[in-house]
Nanobody, 116 residues
């Protein structure tokens, strides 16, 4: 059984911060590369950030320097700290667990809205 549950989304003003959390099944979390993706209305889903089991990170250019992905292996949770938020960050954010390039699992998504 694979389960990913996101939380922490909401409405924030430009320049504000949010921290997203994704609680994952322990059996998959221990072996999976974890990631955050987002999808804005009418736009394709895009990579935001990933973190490997070993802690290597990768970020989209659009969020580099503003977002930080991290994982707490003891809590089977991956986080996305989002600072200096911009209106263009508005999207549904999805947690992802990747066992291979072809086997991915997804959470249900959490809405992030950046607006004045």
């Amino acid at each position: 059984q694979v389960q990913l549950v996101e939380s922490g989304g909401g409405l924030v003003q430009p320049g504000g911060s949010l921290r997203l959390s994704c609680a994952a099944s322990g059996s998959i979390f221990s072996i999976a590369t974890m990631g955050w993706y987002r999808q804005a209305p009418g736009k394709p889903r895009e990579l935001v950030a990933t973190i490997t089991v070993g802690g290597s990170t990768n970020y989209a250019d659009s969020v580099k320097g503003r977002f930080t992905i991290s994982r707490d292996n003891a809590k089977n949770t991956v986080y996305l700290q989002m600072n200096s938020l911009k209106p263009e960050d508005t999207a549904v954010y999805y947690c992802n667990a990747a066992l291979s390039i072809r086997i991915h699992y997804w959470g249900q998504g959490t809405q992030v809205t950046v607006s004045s």
